[in-house]
């Protein structure tokens, strides 16, 4: 299987350097946060223009509870806020949103609003927007192969069927494509354990543009490079292939 694709299917974003756009800027990390909160909805907005069917964003690692209390709080006000205020809009452009991660460690206001945000748009056809919140691809892994093992316990599986489908099965993306295209911003180059089982086969796009400064040049300049790749999923490339 060899294709030099046009567009992407799937595009996952790690939305990276709102701390450091604010310090350019001399403002408190918080209004980096929300510089980075309005670059997301002009994103959205973006990606759905040009036909892409999923975006997946990386909104709030397992790992950002370490930050400050002060910054945590912050970024939980936004996500409350963004759920109360941005949903309606969505939903009337037809986007329909999942949230990805361990849920139980947000307070109930928050996850109740993922839920009735998820309820209201899940007959949306347009793009579908997968927010990942306290996420982490170990842990998701870790989950899923948890959940195999106790119905292997339960007698319900038997070990050869943890097959790489029945893994799948039981991810956070369970029916979703594996992304065509992850973005990162803000510089660096890695991939932060997002999406770690999903994106053995993406290809990957860096760049130095602080996620507040992202906009549709940056994401067509992605999609530029992204159609120049030749993806072959580890087999040769056609010519070679006959
Ligand atoms: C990384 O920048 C960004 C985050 C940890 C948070 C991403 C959050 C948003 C874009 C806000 C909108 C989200 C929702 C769901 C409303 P950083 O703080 O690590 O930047 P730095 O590397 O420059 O310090």
């Known amino acids: 299987m060899s294709q030099s694709p046009s567009i992407p299917r799937h595009i996952a974003i790690v939305m990276d350097g709102n701390g450091r756009w604010a310090k350019n800027q001399g403002k408190p990390r918080s209004a980096g946060h929300q510089a980075g909160s309005d670059a997301l909805k002009r994103t959205v907005e973006a990606v759905g223009r040009r036909g892409i069917d999923t975006l997946t964003v990386y909104a709030f690692s397992s790992e950002n509870w370490h930050r400050p209390s002060v910054e945590v709080k912050h970024l939980l006000e936004l996500f409350l806020n963004a759920l109360n205020r941005d949903v309606a809009e969505l939903d009337q452009n037809n986007v329909a949103l999942r949230f990805i991660g361990h849920r139980m460690a947000f307070n109930a206001a928050i996850r109740d609003g993922m839920r009735r945000a998820e309820a209201k748009t899940l007959n949306n056809d347009g793009l579908c927007l997968n927010v990942a919140v306290n ?4 842990a998701e892994i870790t989950h899923a192969v948890r959940q195999l093992a106790q119905e292997i316990t339960q007698g319900v599986l038997r070990p050869e069927q943890v097959t790489e489908q029945a893994i799948e099965e039981k991810l956070y993306t369970q029916g979703l494509p594996a992304p065509d295209l992850l973005i990162r911003t803000g510089g660096e ?3 932060s ?3 770690l089982w999903q994106m053995a086969y993406t290809e990957l796009h860096f760049t ?7 906009g549709a040049e940056d994401l067509d300049a992605a999609l530029a490079d992204f159609s120049c790749r030749q993806r072959r999923f580890g087999t040769l490339p056609q010519v070679e292939n006959a």
């Open 208 to 214: 130095d543009t602080l996620w507040p400064d992202f």
């Open 193 to 195: 354990n997002f999406l």
């Open 135 to 138: 996420y982490g691809g170990h």
């Open 189 to 191: 180059k890695r991939l």
